[in-house]
């Protein structure tokens, strides 16, 4: 857990990969640990805006009173929030740089995948190389927040993020897998933070 920004109404850490975003449902007997826990513990209450599956690295932002989580929340459902984010994938390289994924995903008990009465998933995406062996290195702006949006929409096109067994990529010697939260821009302002290339 790395702190990128805090002040009376926002705190923004860089979540490490193999971190849970809210506790469990096994609560404290869970192991893993948890980034509300943490922040709650060094910075005092916070609200959760949005996650991070517990296999991805990356910006979180927490609101610190009512009012900003319900900024947070209004900008977030209005699609006024963006984030960038950068993943690693095997596969072979695509025709085009840029790509829009557009699916109907659906959250099933441990995978989203494509149903006709899913929601709405919206993606750009645009190629930065790779291949030939080495993983594909992606830019990806989700327009839309689903559950696995990412994970699943790469996996669907031949392209499983490195480390993501769970969609199909083989085991990887990295903690997590490929995914990194790399910016966050919205009411709360612009931030970044390294990237996978």
């Known amino acids: 857990m790395k702190l990128i920004f805090e002040d009376a109404l926002w705190l923004i850490l860089d979540k490490a990969p193999g971190w849970l975003t809210v506790p469990g449902r096994k609560g404290a007997e869970d192991p893993r640990p948890c980034l509300r826990t943490h922040a709650e513990a060094e910075y005092g209450p916070v609200w959760v805006v949005h996650r991070l599956d517990e296999p991805v690295s990356g910006l979180v932002i927490f609101a610190r009173t009512a009012d900003a989580h319900r900024i947070a929340n209004m900008a977030f459902e209005s699609r006024r929030v963006r984030r960038t984010f ?34 709405q998933a919206l993606t750009e995406s645009m190629y930065k190389g790779g291949g030939e062996g080495a993983p594909l290195n992606w830019v ?54 390294s990237g996978l290339f």
């Open 140 to 193: 990806l702006k989700p327009q839309t927040s689903r559950a696995h949006q990412l994970r699943a929409q790469l996996s669907l096109r031949g392209w499983p993020i490195v480390g993501d067994t769970l969609y199909g990529a083989e085991p990887s010697q990295e903690p997590g897998i490929a995914l990194r939260g790399v910016a966050l821009e919205g009411p709360f302002g612009a931030y970044s933070t």
């Open 86 to 119: 950068h993943a690693r994938t095997q596969g072979s390289a695509p025709e085009r740089s840029q790509i829009s994924f557009r699916d109907s995903l659906r959250k099933g008990k441990k995978r989203s995948f494509r149903a006709p009465h899913g929601k």
